[in-house]
């Protein structure tokens, strides 16, 4: 009998490659997808998928509609990937933020703990849960104390400690994926790698001119969306529930990913890259940079991707498009 996966947040970045990943390894994948106004665009990463993913509609913030797909599919693994994910919107949005990442990740372990109690519960925890915390050697580990700097963070250090209650008061295996940045040529266009490659591209084909920016002197551990989600199924396969840190152990900061774009697609910097104090953040996170020794050591995974070799396919991806457009 084939596994059953429930996946919320499936049309997102992380969704589909998991998806995807899952559909190969012999799953009957199932997700739910928030109903907007724009409706051609909420499948275009699953189209390709179609006959192999079942989709419904669906919301954490509507408790019923978990309940009753919880109780209908009786998955073996569930991975909540859905979520208000742009941290700069969740100061605009603290609101909406704190109850879709917060309260909807309480609402979805209740359907869990009520329907499907046996199956494996992954949670999509985040980097920015450390915030301003750094150990002292320049590294963010399982160990290290969350010291969240944004609503986003603060709502997915609620849902992290969440996810360990249910774990440990109703004997449930729960984890949470403490995921460092990861990036694909599916990312949101809104977030700074997709953004900055895409407008570099655009700028290459002389359809904009210019490329405005926040905090460039940010650092971040990128890695590649495949990767990471290929983490999260290991994560759910291993013998013990627990908390893990996925991430690249390297850090870059905003500027020099934009000189690697630029410097890639032979354009002048200092002619089209401009400061905008709008993208600064009330309180800005100034550096990431994780440790995945327990996940290497004991899932066994480790990244494929390198740095560059991500934003490549990036600037294919968006070259390509503009090219057939």
Known sequence: MKKKAFITGIAGQDGSYLAELLTKKGYKVFGIIRRNSTVEHQK?????????????????????????????????????????SHVRVSFEIPQFTIKTNALGVANILEAYRLNSRNAKFYQASSSEMFGRSVDKDGYQRETTP??????????????????KHYRIAYKLFACNGILF???????????????????????????????????????????HSKDYVEAMRLILNYKKPD???????????????????????????????FIDKKYFR????????????????????????????????????????????
């Open 146 to 163: 969350f010291q969240p700097t944004s609503p986003y963070g603060c709502a997915k250090v609620f849902a992290f400690n969440m996810v």
């Open 181 to 223: 940045n990861h990036e694909s040529p599916r990312r949101g266009s809104n977030f700074v790698t997709n953004k900055v490659v895409k407008t570099a591209v655009r700028i290459k084909l002389g359809l904009e001119k210019k490329l405005k920016l926040g905090n460039i002197n940010s650092y971040r551990d990128w890695g």
């Open 243 to 273: 908390d893990w840190v996925i991430a690249t152990g390297q850090t870059r900061s905003v500027k020099q990913m934009t000189d690697y774009v630029f410097n890639k697609l032979k354009l002048n910097k200092k002619k089209h890259i």
């Open 44 to 84: 275009s990463r699953l189209e390709h998928l179609d006959k192999d993913v079942e989709i419904s509609y669906g919301d954490l913030l509507n408790e019923s509609s978990l309940h009753q797909l919880l109780k209908k599919i009786q998955p073996n693994e569930i991975y909540n990937l859905a979520a208000q």
């Open 282 to 325: 009330p309180e800005e996170l100034k550096y990431l940079r994780g440790d995945s020794t327990k996940a290497k050591k004991y899932l066994k995974w480790k990244p494929n991707y390198r740095f560059e070799e991500m934003l490549d396919e990036m600037i294919d991806f968006w070259m390509d498009h503009y090219e057939r457009s």
